[in-house]
Nanobody, 125 residues
Framework: QVQLVEAGGGLVQAGDSLRLSCAAS????????MGWFRQAPGKERAFVAA????????LYTDSVKGRFTISRDNAENTVSLQMNSLKPEDTAVYYC??????????????????WGRGTQVTVSS
């Protein structure tokens, strides 16, 4: 049984940093590309960042480039999202997701096969 469990969310002020982590189990982690998505109240789930199976390639949505960094540790079966210079518009539930190696468009949430339950990030102004 595949499980993705996010951790690290919380309430912070604008300009602060948070580090989200996602622990994967029940799958061969290095056989999956990984992504982070977020869903703000009243909005659809949106792509944030993705990393390929080896960690050699990353992809970010424009609004987080230069502020967020995605990384993975295949030995520990974890993927992380370092979030710096947080803004109120970053407030959302953040989800970790896994997709098969054959997936090409890592920004498409419909391509992801497994999802975590999410962790809340709230940024106050």
């Amino acid at each position: 049984q595949v499980q993705l469990v996010e951790a690290g969310g919380g309430l912070v002020q604008a300009g602060d940093s948070l580090r989200l982590s996602c622990a994967a189990s029940g799958l061969t982690f290095s056989n999956y590309h990984m992504g982070w998505f977020r869903q703000a109240p009243g909005k659809e789930r949106a792509f944030v960042a993705a990393i390929n199976w080896s960690g050699s390639n990353t992809l970010y949505t424009d609004s987080v480039k230069g502020r967020f960094t995605i990384s993975r540790d295949n030995a520990e079966n974890t993927v992380s999202l370092q979030m710096n210079s947080l803004k109120p518009e970053d407030t959302a539930v953040y989800y970790c997701a896994a997709t098969f190696l054959r997936t090409r468009d890592l920004a498409d949430n419909n391509r992801y096969n497994y999802w975590g339950r999410g962790t809340q990030v709230t940024v106050s102004s």
